[in-house]
């Protein structure tokens, strides 16, 4: 388990990421709001209002999500009613889309995803890929002639000062492999705090994660459940058989069994569920273990490569795999 793991006050571990400007604390479970095919906004805040009734208080959404919004009324209405006592009690972390990856977008960017998220900070704000598009573009799948590469040194200083204007407290990368990290870490002053990047029992990340773990950078992962009924995800963890079997031998479902595992590798997760039943069950995880041959069989799990949008053209993981 990760080493700065602190005391909890909502039952589940925390961490103090580091690089941040007021030692903040991240609950070890996150609530994604990536949600394909779209829902609604109004379903995108009933479930967030749920999700806040079972304790979540860890959100995560990008400028891409269309998800900023309908957070930003569920987070207002529940500070209002008292379903939450306090901004402080809660984490949110957004992410710069890839057409606002220019030096001079990235604090306009940020600005526009507070101005969305009713906030006057995040908590965590993120480059959503290592890669540019045309400035200003949104379109995804992005368009093979809109992708362009990334000026790392210019974007990430806009980063820092996007920290050191207060409009977030800590600052970090999502889908960055070691060599892009590494570039990263080569002129920083302040080093990414995180790095988001997809991880399941069928995509381990084990470089990347070691990588992170030796420059202190919290690995954090997004869709442990591969991402199921996405177009950028997989059907293949839902329908592992390794899974099944031992969900079934536990008495737990095959989603538990996956984030059961993330938390006995010390890391820090993501999920995505609008459904009330499914929220609940992924949070009731803390409570039982996995047996080392459970881990072992988990960990034997032939090795497979899911979300990578921008292969057309660009291979975001510098076949690093
Ligand atoms: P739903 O919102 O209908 O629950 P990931 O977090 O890996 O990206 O996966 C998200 C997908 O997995 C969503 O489609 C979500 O659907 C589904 N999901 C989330 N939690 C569970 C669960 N406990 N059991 C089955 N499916 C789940």
Redesign the pocket.
């Known amino acids: 388990m990760a080493s700065s793991l602190v005391g909890t006050s909502f039952n589940v571990p925390e961490y103090v990421l580091p690089c941040t400007s007021n030692g903040k604390r991240m609950p070890h479970l996150g609530f994604?709001t990536?949600?394909?095919p779209p829902v609604g906004s109004e379903t995108t805040k009933l479930?967030i209002l749920e999700a806040l009734k079972l304790r979540y208080r860890h959100f995560d959404t990008a400028a891409k999500y269309g998800s900023e919004q309908p957070l930003g009324e569920a987070l207002a209405e529940a500070l209002s009613k008292g379903l939450v006592q306090s901004r402080d009690e809660l984490f949110v972390t957004s992410k710069l889309w890839c057409g606002d990856a220019y030096e001079h977008r990235v604090v306009p960017a940020l600005k526009r995803s507070l101005q969305n998220l009713k906030l006057e900070y995040l908590d965590l704000f993120l480059i959503h890929w290592p890669v540019s598009t045309k400035p200003g573009t949104y379109e995804f799948p992005t368009k093979d002639e809109d992708i362009l590469p990334m000026n790392f040194n210019a974007v990430w200083a806009a980063m820092e000062e996007c920290q050191r204007l207060g409009l977030t407290k800590s600052i970090g990368v999502s889908n960055f492999s070691c060599k892009n990290l590494a570039q990263i870490l080569a002129f920083a002053n302040i080093p990414p705090a995180v790095n988001q990047v997809e991880m399941?029992p069928l995509w381990h990340q084990k470089k990347l994660r070691e990588f992170c773990h030796a420059n202190g950078i919290l690995f954090h992962a997004?869709?442990?459940?591969?991402?199921?009924?996405?177009f950028w995800?997989t059907d293949k963890?839902?329908e592992n058989e390794v899974l099944s079997e031992i969900a079934k031998a536990k008495g737990k479902?095959?989603?538990?069994i996956c984030l059961r595992w993330a938390y006995e590798q010390g890391i820090f997760t993501?999920?995505?569920?609008?459904?009330k039943e499914?929220?609940k069950?992924?949070l009731e995880i803390l409570d039982w273990s996995l047996s080392q041959e459970e881990l072992e069989n988990i960990n034997a799990i032939p090795q497979s490569r899911c979300c990578d949008p921008f292969n057309t053209i660009y291979d975001v993981w510098d076949g690093e795999f």
Do not use: C, D, E, I
Not at 253 to 256: D, F, H, K, S
Not at 270 to 275: G, I, Q
């Open positions: 994604g990536a949600a394909f479930a399941s997004y869709s442990p459940l591969g991402a199921k009924g996405t995800g963890v839902m479902t095959l989603a538990q993501l999920v995505k569920s609008y459904n499914r929220m069950q992924n």
